[in-house]
Nanobody
Framework: QVQFVESGGNLVQSGGSLRLSCEVSGRISTAMGWFRQFPGKQRERIAVITPAGNTYYDTSVQYRFTISRDSAKNTVFLQMTDLKPEDTAVYYC???????????WGQGTQVTVSS
C-alpha cells in the first residue's frame, strides 16, 4: 500500500502563487499525477509526470502550473502561478493507473483563491 500526504494549500489572492507538496510513502513505479476536486464534483486529473520526467497538463492549468518530482525525497510538487478563483478546490496526488489514481486518496490540501 502506498500513502500520500499533500500539503501547501492556502488562501491566496487572484494572481498569486502556491507550491503544493506530495510526500509519498512507498514505492512508485509509474507516473504520478495531481488531481483536484471541486465541491460536488469528481476528482479530475490536472498534471502528470512520468518516471522519465515527461509532463502533461490539462488545458485549464497548462502554462500556469508545473509538476516536478524529487525522487531522492520521494516527493512530488505542483508549482501554481497566476491562480484564479476557478482554481479553488481540494488538491490530491496519486500514482497513475489507467488515467486514474491507483491507491487510496490522501486527505488532500485546500486551495482557495479570492477575487
Amino acid at each position: 500500500q502506498v500513502q500520500f500526504v499533500e500539503s501547501g494549500g492556502n488562501l491566496v489572492q487572484s494572481g498569486g502563487s502556491l507550491r503544493l507538496s506530495c510526500e509519498v510513502s512507498g514505492r512508485i513505479s509509474t507516473a504520478m499525477g495531481w488531481f483536484r476536486q471541486f465541491p460536488g464534483k469528481q476528482r479530475e486529473r490536472i498534471a502528470v509526470i512520468t518516471p522519465a520526467g515527461n509532463t502533461y497538463y490539462d488545458t485549464s492549468v497548462q502554462y500556469r502550473f508545473t509538476i516536478s518530482r524529487d525522487s531522492a525525497k520521494n516527493t512530488v510538487f505542483l508549482q501554481m502561478t497566476d491562480l484564479k478563483p476557478e482554481d479553488t478546490a481540494v488538491y490530491y496526488c496519486n500514482e497513475m493507473l489507467g488515467g486514474q489514481g491507483r491507491w487510496s486518496w490522501g486527505q488532500g490540501t485546500q486551495v482557495t483563491v479570492s477575487s
